[in-house]
């Protein structure tokens, strides 16, 4: 139970998506214009990683590891594509759920729900968690059971969400400041996420 | 998307995309596998000599070409041990052996199943002890070497698993500060603890090294791996 | 052969190393750009990596462009890309073993990169093979270009060395230098970033007026 609650906070705000892996950060950069669609945007990725970790767990330490289907046969190689394919498929899903039942939310989010299948951050989440299985169990990022991916999908979702809505906040107040013509847009971001990044990381000393 | 259509073909159809679909999934399957298969030991002999690469390292044997560390290896490690908490060997190893205490890992190290390496450089014996433990990004481990009085740091060396290389990767690429190590002893003067640690400020310059600059946090995750590392094989380092 | 060089072939490929930078104007695959910067060498991999699969994923795609049933064609591009990336990370692993290490999960990421699936939609599905290719060389080499500028700028004023060769004298650290711990830090690689398109800006919107 201890470690489920200290991979959730760590997911959140030590090992935060955005701020220290970069993950995510095309539909990060385009859609976190006003706190409105972020947070749909970050609830739609937390949906998906929620869906997805989970299962990605379950292939990789049931179908493909070593020795997991047939005694020596090692099927890693084989993760990226069947990870991806996860993905993709769990994302048409939501895409048409969104559709027929909030059809301001899917015409606001637009091309990027779609999108979400390419998103870093839940390809990575998957990568990670894939990376975290053969850690020490004995550290906070360990992931030995579908209830700590399950924890570490929503740790790491919820943090994606916490970033783009205070991403959102921050631009929508940025419209009203005099930023020097060539940095506005992009380069104003980046140097704003920068700066969020450097702040987040005062939690890096957290000891969970 | 333009819909193309090929000689009549309907690219559309259930039946297409269905065989389309399974033409595709069956040749990248194989291609894949013939790819893995093809390339697996020669991974597999990288991340030997990888680890090779890193206990040699702790002997102070740097910028040493691939082929010349596996051989390097191979005369300088003269068993790999598996020893247990009370220093009793558990497996004799062999020489420039890569079947007992060289594959066992962290958990094999929780479980009280130790790795030593027993080494021969310059006609003296020297020991090199794995140890593991948490940074602030991710796991780290390290090897320490030791002379024939299992007192006295030979040389060292970290490693950095981790997701993000920050400040923390300092320990393994900073050869200065590993350095640092030599010479330093693992117990302090006249007692059986063991004293060899990381420290922000040096009190006792014979079993402490200085931190990194702006690592703390991870070289206080060295200091608590040596401690608790050195301190599992206590009952051999003690044993004269 | 001329051609193959023609005009058009020639801005296809051109276009994307300047003016039409991916990561600058596109804001594409930044994601997985930034994480392994802190050092020049994994940058240049990273780099590297990125081109050859954008180039190749390019090419197949567009050669099975008339093929492909448009209902699954994302799942399609995405097979081929995995499949892509999947053979370079054992490349990788079995020739260059220290940098897959460094680079970790990021080589995984390229499959999501969207400079990749931007490339695929917008180009490779409606033109020939040739032309592909080089629109994957040229983007991959414009991310590759960035890349590299943030890795050195990092590298050098972090660590104080470039490729893992110190290029700062012992005696400027006597003298009371520093290497700058803060470029290191991931936070870092954005603020550079940021400060690269400003610039960039700059200097082509003065240029188009």
Redesign the interface.
Known sequence: MEHLISLFFRSIFV?NMI????????SY??VSKNVKTSLGLGLAVTFVLLVTVPIDYLLQTKVLGPDCLIEGVDLS??S??LF??VI?GIVQLVEMAVEKYSPSLYSALGIFL??I????????AS??M??RIN???????YIGSVLDSVAYATGSGIGWTLAIVSMGAIREKMQYSDV????QG??????T???M??AM?CF??LNL | MAEVKKKGLNTNSNGYTLIYSTIIVVVVAFLLAFVFKALKPLQDINVALDKKKQLLYALNIRDISDAEAAQKYKDVVLADEIIDTKGNVVDKGEQGGEKAGFVLNSADYKAGRLALFVCKVDGQTKYIVPVYGMGLWGPINGFIALDADKNTVYGAYFNHEGETAGLGAEIKDNVKWQNLFKGKKVFAEGTRKVALSVVKKVDDPSTQVDAVTGATLTSNGVSDMLIEGLSKYLVFLTSK | MSKLFSKENKEVFVNPLNLDNPIMVQVLGICSALAVTSQLKPAIVMGLAVTIITAFSNVIISLIRNTIPSRIRIIVQLVVVAALVTIVSQILKAFVYDVSVELSVYVGLIITNCILMGRLEAFAMMNKPWPSFLDGIGNGLGYAFILVLVGCIRELFGRGSLLGFQLIPESAYHAGYLNNGMMTMPAMALILLGCVIWLHRAYFYKEKK
């Open positions: 090992d701020f220290a892996f970069f993950l995510g950060m095309c950069l385009a190689y084989l990226f594509i991806i394919a993709a779609p999108l299948a390419v998103n870093c951050a839940i390809m990575g990568l990670f894939q990376q850690m020490d169990p004995s550290s906070t990022q020097p013509k060539p940095l992009l380069g104003i971001t980046f140097i996420v920068g700066l990044a450097m990381m890096s000393g």
